[in-house]
Structures are given as C-alpha cells and as structure tokens.
C-alpha cells in the first residue's frame, strides 16, 4: 500500500476547495503515469498446464484519458476511454510444452469504461466497469527456430480509484486497475505446427491529472 501513501496525503494536505467550488459534470482530457505488472498461463494443444512467469517489475505505463462526466447532487456517473504504452516480457519454459521457451510481450493497452462515483465535496470515490483491449507479441523459440505472432486481445476491466479537485477544473487522481484478458491462440509454423493458448492477467497502479472542459 506505499504507492497510496503520497497521493492520500497530498490530497488531505490541500484543503484549499469547498464543496461547492467543485465541478464533476462535463468533459475532459488528461495524462497518467504508472506501473503496470502481468502474469497468467499457458497451455499445449493437448492441455498441459504450464506456469508463465510473472512480470512484476515492467517498465513504466503511460497513457491519454478521455471522459465525460454527469452529476446529480453527490452521484457522479459518466464513461471514459484511456491508451497508453505498457511494455513489458514474460517468458515460459516447461518441460511439458513442445517448445522450448514462449516469450509474451505486451506492448500497448486501451480500456472503455463505464465509472460510477460519489463525490464529497472536492473528493471523488469511483468504481469503473468495462473492456480491456491489449496488443500482444508472442514469440515461440524452438530449436534455434523463432516464430512471432501480433494479436489484438479482449478482456474485462475493473478500475478502483480516488479523485480530488486541486481546482474546479484540474483534478489529480489515484487508481487500482485489473484486467483479465480472454486466451489468445498461438501457432507454431514448424513440420509439427504446435499450437498454444495464452491466458494474461494485467493489473496497472498509476496517477494522473485531468482537466475539465
């Protein structure tokens, strides 16, 4: 829980905004900048189960944010869409598995939710509930052979965040975010065509600032 510390008291130490100075309802755009680690499994054309190794320490996530809010009293509802970088390498070996080693790479991802808040005063809780989409590079090493497969996967989304209004219009936020990603296929091209699924779990902590228009 250290990656809340600082945002929790950044946002107690500014108590400069009362509650009617904050502006929830319209559009906006914003920045973010986090951390974003994946893991899952895999599996053989003949359902062997194999172990994929996490990749917790990834390199930066970075991304754009598009959103409108609605406000009705305290309940702020509204959709928002964000992309952004998140690279980062997984790689398997198993003795099960036909191929020497499967690496996955992430290399970007993008979200469309639905986010639900309540907000008090220059503070804003919000839950969001939507779809996760992934841009995946496989690639399968098997007797100094090296074959490499793109692929655009779905998933759901789940995003637990905080909001707080330095100013009517420019808010700072904290979130949680959970993906899980439906099995993307992976094919061997050799003699003996070996195919696998892969299953990714991405989860990304990260903080951004958006601004109300």
Known sequence: MKFLALPLLSLACVA???????????????LSLGR????????????LPGNLSTGRKVAGNFGVIFGSNTQHKNVVTGYEV????????????????????????????????ARFG???????????????????????EEDGTVDKDTQIVLG???ALG??????PELKVRC????????SAPVQSY?????????????TTVKLGVTYSF
């Open 82 to 113: 964000d992309f952004g970088t998140a690279r980062g390498t997984a790689s398997l070996v198993d003795s099960n598995m036909d191929a020497s080693e499967i690496t996955v790479q992430m290399k970007t991802q993008g979200h469309l939710r």
């Open 36 to 47: 974003t680690s994946f893991s899952g499994t895999v599996s053989s054309d003949e359902n």
């Open 190 to 202: 050799d003699a003996a065509a070996d195919s696998f699924n892969v299953k990714l779990n991405a």
């Open 162 to 167: 905080v909001e707080y209004a330095v100013r």
């Open 16 to 30: 400069s905004l009362s509650a009617a100075d904050a502006k929830w309802d319209g559009p906006y755009a914003g």
């Open 156 to 158: 759901t989304s789940l």
């Open 118 to 140: 309540y907000a008090f005063g220059s503070v804003l809780p919000y839950v969001g509930l939507g779809l996760a989409c992934a841009r995946v590079e496989s690639r399968i």
């Open 175 to 182: 979130e949680m975010v959970s993906d899980r990603y439906a």
